[in-house]
């Protein structure tokens, strides 16, 4: 990643985890723009968004050039983004999508956080085994998972300008709701195959005339 479009990402990450994690700084239930049914719902949600917001700010620092330029660095904090954010947000997730009520929640959500820990188990794994092209793909596909927390809050007001001319902009308010677990799936769905197609388009880059990576035979 070029490092202007790694700067691009970190101030994204950073304004999006200070809107995502206000409201709940004072840990007061009334305060929650989601529904909760009891304390024990509310404190696991505060527990998700506040090591998703750790994700989506560690997770942007990974892909600066000068971050991983300084081993020690890149592996201390890639270390901290799984355990700190990624690991506990996603256990997390979980229940909070069984609770919501939403089947559309409950399936897009919960499988998002498998995703989620399948692509950071295997980003760990390939680093261990010193595959790091292998680990720098996985680590994008885990962050494209981890920047739902941002393609969602931009997808729910597009469906909803789109609905405008048919609905009517009276109705928006009633649909916000509603929208809200479409583009919370769509989300990451859009994200993983803008990032997919990246690695794609960058293998290809380096492959060789027969397909095979250039330098390889």
């Keep these: 990643m070029r490092r202007r479009t790694a700067w691009v990402v970190f101030i994204v990450a ?3 985890t200070s809107v995502l ?3 709940y700084v004072g840990l007061d239930i009334d305060d929650s723009r989601l ?3 009891d304390s024990l719902h509310y404190y696991v949600l505060v527990g998700h ?3 998703a917001a750790v994700a989506l700010v560690l997770g942007s620092l990974q892909f600066m050039p000068k971050v991983r330029a300084r081993r020690r660095v890149h592996r201390a904090l890639g270390r901290a983004y799984l355990l700190a954010g990624v690991l506990p947000s996603a256990m997390a997730t979980i ?3 069984l609770w919501s009520g939403r089947l559309i929640t409950q399936i897009g959500l919960t499988t998002a956080a498998v995703l989620w820990l399948i692509t950071g188990g295997l980003a760990y794994r390939a680093a261990r085994g010193r595959d790091f092209g292998s680990h720098h ?3 994008m596909r885990n962050y494209a998972l981890t920047f739902l927390a941002v393609t969602a809050r931009v997808l729910v007001p597009l469906l909803l300008l789109v609905q405008v001319p048919f609905r009517g902009a009276e109705a928006m308010g009633e649909l916000a709701n509603s929208m809200i677990p479409i583009g919370q799936t769509l989300g ?3 994200n993983l195959i803008v990032v997919e197609t990246v690695i794609r388009r ?3 880059g380096h492959a060789g005339p027969f397909g095979t990576p250039a330098g390889r035979s």
């Design 14 to 16: 950073v304004i999006a």
């Design 188 to 190: 990451w769905v859009v």
């Design 202 to 204: 960058r293998r290809a």
């Design 35 to 37: 529904d909760v049914r």
């Design 137 to 139: 793909d996985w680590m």
């Design 95 to 97: 229940p909070v999508a």
């Design 21 to 23: 994690v206000y409201p």
């Design 49 to 51: 968004i506040w090591t």
